[in-house]
């Protein structure tokens, strides 16, 4: 059966630009005003569609809200892994391919306060749908380090392969992050990049004196 179309459109082209609307609308508004003062009038004055649009694509704000906080972390998670396994020498270890993945978070992320306010600030506390979402996303993050920095470092695991580290470094990723991106003087970023891969470096040194006891 042909696709009913408007003006050249099918209804599911028109549905996509309308949810790209909405969403680009949620990044402005929840990452600047926040979602607290992000109302779903304001979401549609922000993206010049209507109530009734809002409501085709989403049931409620906070389903708005998970997308864009998906959307964001998706795209961190892809640009990240991109980097990760690109890096152009052969024999690159850890330390070379974590300076790419972090460089690369901070291009999805950090350099977009809108981003980072949306990823690791108006999650919390909105309800406990969303904290299990929060919770569940950092676990994917958890994993994707801790399995990164099983197969990079060489190293034997422990009964917890490298989960702790993995969740230590996203801590301090993400805090770092949320302050370089929210501050109006603030060092280059690749020095903070740096930082970030000494803290890689002392989590695999300290593993690998731990297997030499």
């Excluded at 082209?13 to 009038?41: C, N």
Aim: proline share 1%.
């Amino acid at each position: 059966m042909a696709q009913r179309s408007y003006r050249g459109r099918t209804v599911e082209e028109r549905q996509s630009e309308r949810r790209a609307r909405f969403m680009a609308a949620a990044l402005d508004i929840f990452g600047t005003s926040g979602y607290a003062r992000g109302t779903v009038s304001a979401i549609c004055a922000a993206a010049k569609l209507s109530r009734r649009q809002f409501y085709e694509l989403f049931d409620t704000r906070e389903d708005l809200l998970i997308a864009a906080y998906d959307m964001i972390h998706g795209e961190a998670r892809d640009a990240v892994l991109a980097a990760f396994t690109d890096v152009d020498e052969v024999d690159a270890g850890i330390e070379d391919r974590t300076r790419a993945a972090v460089r690369a978070f901070f291009d999805s992320v950090a350099a977009d306060p809108r981003r980072m306010r949306i990823a690791f600030v108006e999650v919390g506390g909105v309800s406990s749908r969303v904290e299990s979402h929060r919770v569940q996303t950092r676990e994917q993050w958890t994993e994707f380090f801790s399995t990164a920095a099983s197969e990079f470092t060489g190293l034997s695991e422990s009964e917890f392969g490298f989960t702790y580290e993995a969740a230590a470094f996203i801590g301090a990723l993400t805090e770092t992050g949320h302050l370089w991106a929210s501050s109006d003087h603030r060092p280059d970023r690749d020095t903070v990049v740096e930082m970030l891969v000494g803290i890689i470096l002392s989590f695999a040194a300290g593993r690998s004196t731990q297997n030499d006891v």
